[in-house]
Nanobody
Framework: QVQLVESGGGLVQPGGSLRLSCVVS????????IGWFRQAPGKEREGVSC???????TYADSVKGRFTISRDDAKNTVYLQMNSLKPEDTAVYYC?????????????????WGRGTQVTVSS
């Protein structure tokens, strides 16, 4: 059964950094795109970043220049390095696997999801 497990969330002060990990199993990582999403209380789930073998990484405008997505195929893991964190980055962060090899246009192109990890940015 396909699995994605997120970790690395926590409480951090504004301006701080966190690195999230998404460990996947039961599929070949470089055959598919992996996206990071986040959902804050009372808000819709939004795309943060995506990585695939087909094209370059993508980022939401709100995180460009602060977040970096990367992948280690040997460890079956996708990372999201988050720097210069802001209170508005507070959310549950999810990773998801696409149906196809390229990053989908919308979240409906993702078919498997992890359970999420909480990120709280607060002083």
């Amino acid at each position: 059964q396909v699995q994605l497990v997120e970790s690395g969330g926590g409480l951090v002060q504004p301006g701080g950094s966190l690195r999230l990990s998404c460990v996947v199993s039961r599929f070949t990582l470089n055959y598919y795109a992996i996206g990071w999403f986040r959902q804050a209380p009372g808000k819709e789930r939004e795309g943060v970043s995506c990585i695939s073998s087909s094209n370059g990484p993508t980022y939401a405008d709100s995180v460009k220049g602060r977040f970096t997505i990367s992948r280690d195929d040997a460890k079956n893991t996708v990372y999201l390095q988050m720097n210069s964190l802001k209170p508005e980055d507070t959310a549950v962060y999810y990773c998801a696997r696409s149906l196809r090899s390229s990053c989908p246009e919308t979240r409906h192109g993702y078919v498997y999801w992890g359970r999420g990890t909480q990120v709280t940015v607060s002083s």
